[in-house]
Structures are given as structure tokens and as C-alpha cells.
């Protein structure tokens, strides 16, 4: 198990900390390539894992809701943790709730069930960054316009396969593989480009980043095991919930914090020492996972 565990994290840790080594020397300017890969390549994954032949969308909906309670659970479970530490709801609540499931969740969820786990990483993906551009821009700024949110490529492209997908729609097979070549390219680009962005982060607030790094996988997990359990998700579902659970903040946070001006000083360092802390949760969540 130990074995299968380590064989399962290391590639996506060994990418992070090239990243992270690249960047600490040549310093890039990664905006270009993030922009490219949310605008092109992580779409085109996504389109491509719902407009799939082997995607069924009904008998994925309860992963879907579970991945939205763990979202939405996680957020209550932090709740009391932020008026106990007096630190604003807004500061801490969206990192315990928006987690890593694009840079970190999709490779990990593959490697350990294989490419048949795709699309339903992909649900997971699509239901937390749905909330996170809505409940989550809509926590930081209650007068921000909601309705444009078919706009953002991602979502745009989680539409347009579930379309496919629900009116048995029979793509070309060379455009099907064309966006599937694509989508290949986004997966080590995100875990790469995690690695240089952790480099621009500073733990200013080591213990709430602490805090912070703990409670966010430990409340995941904490709602996924039940959600499972009356849901009746069968055993690969209920363990790619868990570890949708434990998955780390996503730095997504910190851009939203910094736009929003949500103390992002406080953010940056919930998310860096968060991402780092994974070490230790996500080969947790793996050995309950996979036992």
C-alpha cells in the first residue's frame, strides 16, 4: 500500500517542485501559459471527459452533490473556527471550502483509479470551480454580476460536453481526439505551473496558515465519509470523494483575495502552507481510499 501510495503521488509532487525549482532561477513569467491553459487546454479537457461515449451523467449525480455538500459543508465546519480565531469569515471560509481539484485533484484522481476516473474528477472539478466563480466571487463582493458566468471558458466547455452527453451527440472522431490532445496538454501544465506559483507566495501568518492547512482536509474528508455513506456511492466514487475532500486550498484563493481585497497576505500563506501540508493529508486520504 505504502508503495502504491508513493507511486501515486510523486509524479504530481515531482512536477510541482520542478516548477517550483525553475522558477526560484529563471523566474517566468507563467501569465501567458496560465491564461492559455484556462482559456484552451483545461476546456478542452473538460469537454472532452463529459462528451465522452463512456460518460453517464445520471449515474454520476450523486458525486456531483456530494462534491457540492463537501464545498458547502466545509464552509460551515470553518465557520466557528474563524469567530473562535477572530479572523473574517471571508479571509478564511473560501480556502477550507474551494480546493486544489484542477491543479492537484485531476492527476491525482487518475493515477490513482486510472483514466476511467477522469470524467468523474472532472464532475468534481466542474461542481467546485462552478461554486467557487458564484458562491465564492458572491462571499468577497455581494454586488458582483452572476449572470455572465456561462462566459468563463471552463464552465462554457462543462456545458457544452453535458449537451453532448445528454443528447447523445456522435462527434467526429478526429475533433473528438483533436480536443482530447489538448486537454492532455493541461495536467502537467497546471501541476507545473502550481510549482512556479507557490514561489510567489509568503507564509506572512504562519498560524493561521497552520490552521488553516489542517482544517481544510480534515473538514473535507470529515462531510465526504457520510455523504458517501447515505448516498451509496460505490467504492471508487466514495474514495475520489474523500479525496476531493482532503485536497488542499486552491490558489485560486489568493488571486480572488487579492482582487477583491480579502487580506490577500493572509490567503497567500493559507494556501502555500496548505499545498505543502498535502504531504502528509493526501497520502492519508489515499491509504483510506484505496484500503
Known amino acids: 500500500m505504502l508503495l502504491r501510495i508513493v507511486a501515486i503521488i510523486f509524479p504530481i509532487f515531482?512536477?510541482?517542485a520542478v516548477g517550483y525549482a525553475y522558477?526560484?532561477?529563471k523566474k517566468p513569467n507563467m501569465a501567458f501559459a496560465n491564461q492559455l491553459n484556462m482559456d484552451i487546454f483545461v476546456p478542452a479537457l473538460v469537454f472532452a471527459a463529459l462528451a465522452s461515449k463512456d460518460f453517464d451523467l445520471m449515474a454520476n449525480w450523486k458525486l456531483a452533490v456530494g462534491g457540492t455538500l463537501v464545498v458547502l459543508g466545509s464552509g460551515l465546519l470553518a465557520w466557528p473556527v474563524a469567530k473562535l480565531m477572530k479572523v473574517p469569515a471571508n479571509t478564511l471560509l473560501p480556502p477550507m471550502m474551494f480546493n486544489n481539484s484542477g491543479n492537484m485533484g485531476l492527476p491525482l484522481?487518475?493515477?490513482a483509479f486510472g483514466e476511467q476516473a477522469l470524467p468523474l474528477a472532472v464532475v468534481l472539478f466542474f461542481v467546485e470551480n462552478t461554486l467557487h466563480y458564484s458562491l465564492g466571487t458572491w462571499m468577497l463582493d455581494h454586488r458582483a454580476k452572476l449572470w455572465n458566468l456561462w462566459r468563463v471558458p471552463?464552465?462554457?466547455a462543462a456545458i457544452a460536453g453535458l449537451a453532448v452527453s445528454l443528447l447523445k451527440i456522435e462527434l467526429w472522431s478526429p475533433l473528438y481526439i483533436g480536443?482530447?490532445?489538448l486537454g492532455d496538454v493541461s495536467i502537467p501544465l497546471l501541476l507545473f505551473s502550481l510549482g512556479v506559483r507557490l514561489t510567489d507566495?509568503?507564509?506572512?501568518d504562519v498560524k493561521l496558515g497552520l490552521v488553516g492547512a489542517a482544517l481544510c482536509p480534515l473538514a473535507g474528508m470529515a462531510i465526504a465519509w457520510p455523504v458517501a455513506i447515505v448516498f451509496g456511492l460505490d467504492?471508487?466514487?466514495t474514495g475520489m470523494l474523500l479525496i476531493f475532500g482532503a485536497l488542499p486550498p486552491a490558489v485560486l484563493n489568493y488571486i480572488f483575495a487579492e482582487k477583491y481585497r480579502q487580506e490577500p497576505?493572509?490567503?497567500?500563506?493559507?494556501?502555500?502552507?496548505g499545498n505543502v501540508a498535502s504531504l502528509v493529508f493526501i497520502p492519508f486520504a489515499l491509504a483510506l481510499a484505496l484500503r
Open 201 to 204: 507566495s509568503a507564509a506572512k
Open 179 to 181: 480536443i482530447k490532445m
Open 154 to 156: 471552463v464552465i462554457a
Open 14 to 16: 515531482a512536477i510541482v
Open 265 to 273: 497576505e493572509r490567503v497567500a500563506s493559507i494556501v502555500m502552507i
Open 109 to 111: 484522481m487518475v493515477l
Open 23 to 25: 522558477a526560484r532561477v
Open 235 to 237: 467504492e471508487m466514487q
